[in-house]
C-alpha cells in the first residue's frame, strides 16, 4: 500500500470509520478520483497498525479462498476490494462471481471485515442485488453529507502544496473544482510544469490532459515522440506492459512495431527505448506495479484512450481491449440527426466503420470474451429474439453504446447461435 503521509481525514473518511467499527462491511462509493480508494487504503493500513491482517483481493473467489485457510486460525482479516463488479462500468462475468460467492462471503463477513469502493454509477445498476444494495453499508462521497466542501478541499491542497506559494485568486479558482479534486492535487504538484498551468489544470483537465498528450505527439523532439509512442503502446496493451517481454512475446512484438509505425519511429528503435520513456512518464501518466507499467489513473487512461481512439480508429477497433469498445466507442451514422448528449470521453466514430466493428465483435463472439459480447440485457425496443434472447437472427449486433445494451445496427447475411 502507497504512504499516507499526504492524506487529509474528511468527514466521509470519520465517517467510514466509525461504520466500519460497528458493522463487518463498508461500500465507499462515488465519483471517479474522488478519493475512494485513498480513504479504505488510509483505514486499511489503521487496521494494520492495530494487529489485523489486511488483504487486498482482486475477485470474489481470493475472499473465501483466504477464509477457507484462516478458519479455525483466529485471525482477524480486513479484506480491501476496488471495483467489485467492474471498473469502468457493470461487469457481468465479476458479478457473477460474487452471487456464485455470495453465501461463502455472508459467512466471512460474520467474523471478518470488508472495506469495497466502486463507482456510483456502477453500484446504481439495476441488476446489482443484495448486500451491495444494502444502504447502511454504503457511504457516497457525491452525496451533500459527505462530498468534500471547501474547507477540506483547501486542507488537501495544502498537504501537496506545502513548498508552493498559491495566490489566494488561484485556491478560490481551484476550489470550484468538483470533479477528481484529490487526483487533481496529486497531480499537479507532483511536476513543476503541471503549474505552469495554473487554475485551468483544475477546471479543465481532460482538456488539458489531452493537450498534453497531443504536444508529445506534434512535438519534434525525440524524447517526445518516444514518450507518445510509450503511451500508444500501452494503449495497444490494454494498460498492462512489461517491456521485458516484448522481445520474448510475438503478440507483443507485433503491438511494439505497430507502435512505432503509427509514431513515425524507426522500425530497429530498441524496446529499452520505450521502456526508458515511461519511466520519465512515472508518477502522473503512468506507474510501475513490479515490472508491470499501468495507467497512472483510470482518468488519464480514459484521456490516452479517447486521444488514440481518434487519431488511429482502425488501430483502435482492431486492438482494444472489447471491453473497452463496448464502453467508449459510439457509431456516429451520417444519416443520424438525433440531438444526443455529447460525452467528452466517448469516441464518436464515423459510420464507415460499422464493418470493421462487426468482424471484430463476431470474432471475439468465439474467443474468449464471449460474455463480454452478448450478455447485456436487450434494448427492449422491439430486437429481442422471441425464444433464445442469444439468438441474433439477419441481425449483426454491436455493442458500442454506453448504456450497457445491445443494439442491433447492421443487417448481415448469417445467423449465429451464441451457446
Same mark, same amino acid.
Given at each position: 500500500?502507497?504512504?499516507?503521509?499526504?492524506?487529509?481525514?474528511?468527514?466521509?473518511?470519520?465517517?467510514?470509520?466509525?461504520?466500519?467499527?460497528?458493522?463487518?462491511?463498508?461500500?465507499?462509493?462515488? *465519483?471517479?478520483?474522488?478519493?475512494?480508494?485513498?480513504?479504505?487504503?488510509?483505514?486499511?493500513?489503521?487496521?494494520?497498525?492495530?494487529?489485523?491482517?489486511?488483504?487486498?483481493?482482486?475477485?470474489?473467489?481470493?475472499?473465501?479462498?483466504?477464509?477457507?485457510?484462516?478458519?479455525?486460525?483466529?485471525?482477524?482479516?480486513?479484506?480491501?476490494?476496488?471495483?467489485?463488479?467492474? /471498473?469502468?462500468?457493470?461487469?457481468?462475468?465479476?458479478?457473477?462471481?460474487?452471487?456464485?460467492?455470495?453465501?461463502? $462471503?455472508?459467512?466471512?463477513?460474520?467474523?471478518?471485515?470488508?472495506?469495497?469502493?466502486?463507482?456510483?454509477?456502477?453500484?446504481?445498476?439495476?441488476?446489482?442485488?443484495?448486500?451491495?444494495?444494502?444502504?447502511?453499508?454504503?457511504?457516497?462521497?457525491?452525496?451533500?453529507?459527505?462530498?468534500?466542501?471547501?474547507?477540506? #478541499?483547501?486542507?488537501?491542497?495544502?498537504?501537496?502544496?506545502? *513548498?508552493?506559494?498559491?495566490? #489566494?485568486?488561484?485556491?478560490?479558482?481551484?476550489?470550484?473544482?468538483?470533479?477528481?479534486?484529490?487526483?487533481?492535487?496529486?497531480?499537479?504538484?507532483? @511536476? #513543476?510544469?503541471?503549474?505552469?498551468?495554473?487554475?485551468?489544470?483544475?477546471?479543465?483537465?481532460? *482538456?488539458?490532459?489531452?493537450?498534453?498528450?497531443?504536444?508529445?505527439?506534434?512535438?519534434?523532439?525525440?524524447?517526445?515522440?518516444?514518450?507518445?509512442?510509450?503511451? +500508444?503502446?500501452?494503449?495497444?496493451?490494454?494498460?498492462?506492459?512489461?517491456?521485458?517481454?516484448?522481445?520474448?512475446?510475438?503478440?507483443?512484438?507485433?503491438?511494439?512495431?505497430?507502435?512505432?509505425?503509427?509514431?513515425?519511429? &524507426?522500425?530497429?528503435?530498441? =524496446?529499452?527505448?520505450?521502456?526508458?520513456?515511461? &519511466?520519465?512518464?512515472?508518477?502522473?501518466?503512468?506507474?510501475?506495479?513490479?515490472?508491470?507499467?499501468?495507467?497512472?489513473?483510470?482518468?488519464?487512461?480514459?484521456?490516452?484512450?479517447?486521444?488514440?481512439?481518434?487519431?488511429?480508429?482502425?488501430?483502435?477497433?482492431?486492438?482494444?481491449?472489447?471491453?473497452?469498445?463496448?464502453?467508449?466507442?459510439?457509431?456516429?451514422? =451520417? *444519416?443520424? &440527426?438525433?440531438?444526443?448528449?455529447?460525452?467528452?470521453?466517448?469516441?464518436?466514430?464515423?459510420?464507415?466503420? =460499422? /464493418?470493421? $466493428?462487426?468482424?471484430?465483435?463476431?470474432?471475439?463472439?468465439?474467443? @474468449?470474451?464471449?460474455?463480454?459480447?452478448?450478455?447485456?440485457?436487450?434494448?427492449?425496443?422491439?430486437?429481442?429474439?422471441?425464444?433464445?434472447?442469444?439468438?441474433?437472427?439477419?441481425?449483426?449486433?454491436?455493442?458500442?453504446?454506453?448504456?450497457?445494451?445491445?443494439?442491433?445496427?447492421?443487417?448481415? &447475411?448469417?445467423?449465429?447461435? +451464441?451457446?
Amino acid at each position: 500500500m502507497e504512504d499516507d503521509s499526504k492524506f487529509v481525514s474528511t468527514r466521509a473518511c470519520k465517517e467510514v470509520e466509525k461504520l466500519i467499527k460497528s458493522q463487518n462491511l463498508v461500500i465507499v462509493t462515488g *465519483n471517479s478520483g474522488s478519493g475512494k480508494s485513498a480513504i479504505i487504503q488510509y483505514i486499511a493500513l489503521r487496521y494494520r497498525y492495530q494487529g489485523w491482517t489486511v488483504k487486498p483481493v482482486y475477485n470474489a473467489k481470493e475472499i473465501t479462498a483466504t477464509y477457507s485457510l484462516e478458519v479455525g486460525l483466529q485471525s482477524k482479516i480486513l479484506f480491501v476490494f476496488n471495483d467489485p463488479i467492474g /471498473n469502468e462500468s457493470f461487469d457481468e462475468i465479476a458479478y457473477n462471481s460474487w452471487k456464485e460467492h455470495d453465501e461463502r $462471503l455472508k459467512a466471512c463477513l460474520r467474523n471478518n471485515k470488508m472495506l469495497l469502493s466502486s463507482r456510483k454509477y456502477i453500484l446504481l445498476d439495476n441488476r446489482v442485488k443484495g448486500i451491495l444494495k444494502d444502504k447502511s453499508c454504503i457511504i457516497d462521497l457525491s452525496d451533500d453529507k459527505h462530498k468534500l466542501n471547501n474547507g477540506e #478541499k483547501e486542507n488537501i491542497l495544502k498537504s501537496y502544496s506545502s *513548498n508552493s506559494r498559491i495566490s #489566494k485568486d488561484d485556491i478560490n479558482g481551484m476550489l470550484t473544482t468538483e470533479e477528481y479534486f484529490p487526483l487533481l492535487c496529486k497531480l499537479y504538484f507532483s @511536476d #513543476k510544469n503541471n503549474q505552469t498551468i495554473g487554475t485551468r489544470f483544475f477546471t479543465e483537465p481532460f *482538456n488539458v490532459c489531452q493537450e498534453q498528450i497531443r504536444n508529445f505527439r506534434n512535438d519534434s523532439k525525440k524524447e517526445c515522440k518516444e514518450k507518445y509512442c510509450a503511451l +500508444v503502446l500501452l494503449v495497444l496493451c490494454n494498460n498492462q506492459l512489461c517491456v521485458e517481454d516484448i522481445q520474448n512475446n510475438d503478440c507483443l512484438k507485433e503491438k511494439f512495431k505497430l507502435a512505432l509505425k503509427l509514431c513515425g519511429m &524507426k522500425k530497429n528503435t530498441a =524496446s529499452h527505448i520505450i521502456g526508458d520513456a515511461l &519511466k520519465t512518464l512515472e508518477g502522473f501518466f503512468v506507474k510501475k506495479i513490479d515490472d508491470t507499467y499501468r495507467f497512472y489513473h483510470d482518468f488519464v487512461m480514459e484521456v490516452t484512450t479517447y486521444v488514440f481512439g481518434t487519431d488511429y480508429p482502425e488501430e483502435t477497433i482492431r486492438y482494444a481491449d472489447i471491453g473497452f469498445l463496448r464502453r467508449r466507442v459510439n457509431l456516429k451514422s =451520417s *444519416n443520424n &440527426k438525433r440531438k444526443e448528449e455529447v460525452d467528452i470521453s466517448t469516441i464518436y466514430l464515423n459510420d464507415k466503420y =460499422s /464493418n470493421d $466493428l462487426v468482424d471484430r465483435f463476431f470474432n471475439e463472439i468465439f474467443g @474468449d470474451r464471449l460474455l463480454d459480447v452478448v450478455l447485456n440485457p436487450s434494448s427492449g425496443d422491439g430486437h429481442e429474439s422471441s425464444d433464445n434472447p442469444y439468438w441474433v437472427k439477419e441481425s449483426t449486433f454491436i455493442d458500442v453504446f454506453r448504456t450497457d445494451k445491445l443494439h442491433f445496427i447492421k443487417p448481415a &447475411k448469417r445467423n449465429v447461435i +451464441v451457446m
